[in-house]
């Protein structure tokens, strides 16, 4: 039709027209009377735009010039990172930390240069593993603070994520503890040299650690600005001593020295030697447990994603490559010096030179792969540059990991999961987001376990937590593609469900294979925070697979469900209850929740008559639905808008329910007052509402109750204790009891004035 629209059937909001960039209109603005439409469109057509009529239309103007306002006011600068800086520097930071210079060559001495490949290798399937679904979330929507916690709580439900949002949250704190005692570990190590140490060798750990720690405190609290500075010198230091470390090792022994310390160059004897396993108190996976925490540092740059300007493109990219790098690095370093440094070697003038490792005894060498971790330093060119670059792989490390976890533990906060931690979630700072509380309780967990003073004790505890973090990424993106929910559209494409499936149950196996019982006593806290979380049911709806999941299954088994034939034994009364609103007839819907017993389906359906808003009717339908959740009854509650009684009732047995899952059962109250209404049209739409449940199929019931009370001011205190099967049970006896009636109205709720 050529037909020219009216006016008055376009929708036109003059705050939208001022400010394109503002939300779409919501559902109260769309049901605004046609009045106000005309009167809108006078006002356009009068030329300009000018202020409407309505209360509605001047609060949406209102509200445009007050944030237009707020818009003068200039904004704190907040610090935004890109993938290089934001996410590859930190990753590679983290992986090559603490146990490239500190454990490498232990991994190669007791696994041998094949086995200690394999472990790296195994390292790099769970991390690639885990990368690609995590880039498969974090590409779907927004990402914002909260960085595992945030992927995962938005993918399985605040159940699974608040429970590891806490777990995550510790594992990075005591990442700090680990990676501050490997710089501890050097520092003594360097003060033994040169016999200056002042406490036992223990003691010099836990002091140094406690100081180290103090001072990486105070870097954090000056602000990401400088943390990034410092990241990006420390980097520098990092490739440095790597560089200094290869060269070392071509050069080959400078002295006599060095070579009674096992360092003895490219030896093909040596290569072959080392290529076997030669474990002396450790096994293959006891050994993967210790180097693992090198693989932990590929969430270092999701930790800061509310930091990031495009964390949907930063977090791929730069994991992915920071990946790739740090294993072609692990691999060609464990190479290295599995080839040039022999396993045991005395280390004394005067002695010879051990090549074959069961010539010396266990314990009788001092120097060698197995006997000392500062292999590294010994190959290098310049031994001081090799410390530094210890230096700058520990204390960056533990930066890292001192500012993700506060992030992780604030976001947690934020969605207030646990009762007396939202505390934590304030933020302070000139952005004003900054957790500096939270920087104070992992500085207090990190010195806990500073105190053990141990690496290799700290190193299996960070291990479970993190493949626990890692299965649950991994079954997250599974999960989210098995339910098949049209909001799972990531951007990024190089993932596959069953591929994510895959390193969520090898995430688990490693984690039991390394030590069962520490993973058991992890999933027993994991489970302990989730069903606290389940059993709390917060109030936040983030739209989890979880929910897409059980909306497929529903949807699956009603289907299976009408094409199987009905059978006597598997009868369930099905009840639609005209009970109005439930909690103005709670023994009309007590009753019907005595029958069903939470095994089969209830209804319970409200009639109003005239016009009703929007607005009304969702309130009165939130309002029902806390009635029922508070009482314990599973019931569905619905809603129909007619003039007429009887055709609202027959709207309701008609469209209620799905397939086989339909009511059977009309339950409404008996009219008491039918004496005082006989030919009216309200006896006779009550009468005709009986006879359309039979003509539609339905039983009729209709609940008869004493006149004895029972009203809803009596409910309120005298019925508090009668929330069970027993106390409906004693007033339906009652009801036996005596000739005497309740009152009931009809099964319709009028709309009152005010």
């Given at each position: 039709?050529?037909?020219r ?11 939208y ?12 603005e769309?049901h605004n009377?046609?009045d ?8 356009l057509l ?16 209102t509200s445009?010039d ?16 890109g993938?290089?800086?934001g996410v590859l520097?930190?990753?590679l930071?983290?992986i090559?930390g603490?146990m490239?210079?500190?454990r490498l060559?232990w991994?190669?001495?007791q696994?041998?240069i094949?086995q ?15 990368t ?6 974090c590409?779907?929507g ?8 945030y ?9 699974f994520?608040?429970s590891?949002?806490i ?6 704190a005591?990442?700090?503890?680990l990676?501050v ?9 360097i003060l ?6 002042f ?22 609290l000056?602000g ?11 980097l520098?230091?990092?490739l440095?001593a790597?560089?200094?470390f290869?060269?070392g ?13 096992g ?8 290569h ?6 030669d474990y002396?108190?450790?096994t293959?996976?006891s050994v ?5 925490p090198?693989?932990?540092?590929i969430?270092a ?7 990031l300007?495009e964390?949907?493109k930063?977090?791929p ?6 990946i790739?790098l ?14 040039s440094?022999?396993r045991?070697?005395?280390g004394?003038?005067?002695?010879t ?12 060498c001092?120097f060698?792969l197995l ?14 540059l ?9 204390l ?5 990991s001192?500012?993700g976890?506060?992030?992780v533990f ?6 207030r ?15 004003g987001?900054?957790p500096?509380?939270g ?7 990190a010195i ?6 141990d690496?290799?004790a700290?190193a ?21 593609s ?12 190089y993932?596959n469900?069953f591929?994510?499936?895959l390193?969520s ?20 806290l ?6 606290y ?8 709806n983030?739209?989890s ?19 199987t034939?009905?059978h ?14 439930p909690?103005d ?13 939470d ?9 109003l ?14 309002r029902n ?27 309701l047995?008609q ?16 009219k ?16 005709n509402v009986?006879?359309?449940?039979f003509?539609?199929s ?6 008869r109750l004493p ?17 069970d099967?027993d ?9 036996t ?11 319709v ?6």
């Amino acid at each position: 039709s050529s037909e020219r629209p009216r006016m008055w059937s376009i929708r036109w909001f003059p705050q939208y027209a001022c400010a394109p960039s503002k939300a779409r209109p919501t559902l109260a603005e769309l049901h605004n009377d046609h009045d106000d439409e005309m009167d809108a469109t006078t006002h356009l057509l009068g030329g300009g735009v000018q202020d409407l009529s309505g209360p509605a239309r001047v609060n949406s103007v209102t509200s445009f010039d007050t944030e237009a306002g707020a818009a003068a006011v200039v904004p704190p600068v907040v610090v935004k990172f890109g993938w290089v800086k934001g996410v590859l520097v930190r990753c590679l930071l983290n992986i090559w930390g603490v146990m490239l210079f500190l454990r490498l060559s232990w991994v190669v001495g007791q696994a041998g240069i094949g086995q200690a490949i394999l472990v790296i290798l195994l390292a790099t399937v769970v991390t690639v593993i885990t990368t690609l679904s995590m880039s498969a979330i974090c590409t779907n929507g927004e990402v914002r603070g909260g960085g595992a916690y945030y992927l995962i709580s938005r993918s399985l439900g605040p159940e699974f994520g608040g429970s590891i949002g806490i777990v995550f949250s510790m594992a990075n704190a005591v990442a700090v503890a680990l990676y501050v005692v490997g710089f501890a570990e050097t520092v003594r190590d360097i003060l033994k040299d040169n016999d200056s140490l002042f406490l036992s060798e223990t003691w010099v750990v836990r002091v140094v650690g406690l100081i180290t720690v103090c001072l990486l405190l105070a870097i954090a609290l000056i602000g990401m600005t400088w943390e990034a500075r410092a990241q990006s010198i420390l980097l520098c230091l990092l490739l440095i001593a790597i560089v200094n470390f290869i060269v070392g090792s071509i050069i080959g022994p400078k002295n006599d020295t060095e070579r009674l310390q096992g360092f003895v160059g490219y030896n093909g004897s040596v290569h072959n030697t080392n290529f076997g396993s030669d474990y002396r108190g450790e096994t293959f996976f006891s050994v993967f447990a210790i180097f693992f925490p090198a693989a932990t540092g590929i969430l270092a740059g999701a930790n800061i994603s509310g930091d990031l300007k495009e964390p949907q493109k930063a977090i791929p990219k730069g994991t992915l490559t920071a990946i790739v790098l740090s294993s072609i690095l692990y691999i060609a370093m464990a190479w290295m010096v599995g080839a040039s440094v022999v396993r045991d070697a005395p280390g004394a003038i005067n002695s010879t030179l051990i090549l074959v490792n069961e010539t010396c005894p266990v314990g009788g060498c001092e120097f060698g792969l197995l006997n000392t971790f500062q292999n590294m330093e010994i190959v290098s060119g310049y031994k001081w540059l090799i410390t530094a670059g210890i230096f700058s792989a520990t204390l960056s490390s533990a930066l890292a990991s001192l500012v993700g976890a506060p992030k992780v533990f604030q976001a947690v906060c934020k969605d207030r999961l646990f009762p007396y931690i939202h505390v934590f979630a304030k933020g302070s700072g000139a952005s004003g987001t900054e957790p500096h509380r939270g920087y104070f309780l992992t500085f207090a967990i990190a010195i806990g376990f500073i105190m053990i003073g141990d690496l290799n004790a700290i190193a299996p505890i960070i291990s479970n937590f993190f493949l626990l973090s890692y299965a649950l990424i991994n079954f997250s993106c599974f999960n989210a593609s098995f339910a098949n929910s049209p909001g799972w559209r990531p951007a990024f494409k190089y993932y596959n469900m069953f591929l994510a499936l895959l390193g969520s149950l090898l995430c688990l196996g490693i984690m039991f294979v390394i030590n069962w019982w520490q993973a058991l006593i992890t999933l027993a806290l994991v489970a302990f925070l989730f069903k606290y979380i389940d059993y709390k049911k917060p109030k936040v709806n983030w739209g989890s697979s979880g929910q897409a999941l059980t909306y497929s299954n529903a949807l699956r088994f009603c289907a299976k469900l009408d094409t199987t034939d009905d059978h006597v034994k598997n009868y369930r009364p099905q009840i639609l209850v005209l009970s109005g609103l439930p909690g103005d007839r709670p023994d009309l819907t007590w009753f019907a929740h005595c029958i069903t017993k939470d095994v089969s389906m209830m209804i319970c359906g409200n009639v109003l008559q005239g016009a009703e808003s929007f607005q009304s009717r969702q309130v009165q339908r939130e309002r029902n639905n806390r009635w029922l959740s508070a009482n314990k009854i599973k019931a569905f509650h619905r809603v129909v808008v007619y003039n007429d009684f009887r055709e609202g009732a027959v709207s309701l047995m008609q469209s209620s329910g799905l397939g086989k899952m339909r009511p059977n059962i009309l339950l409404l109250g008996y009219k008491s007052d039918w004496l005082g209404c006989l030919g009216t049209p309200e006896l006779q739409n009550y009468a005709n509402v009986l006879h359309d449940a039979f003509d539609l199929s339905y039983a009729v019931a209709i609940l008869r109750l004493p006149s004895s009370g029972f009203y809803r001011e009596q409910r309120e205190g005298d019925l508090s204790g009668m929330d069970d099967a027993d106390g409906v049970g004693k007033r339906l006896a009652m009801a036996t009891e005596t000739s005497s009636i309740e009152n009931i109205p009809s099964a319709v709720s009028f709309k009152r004035e005010g």
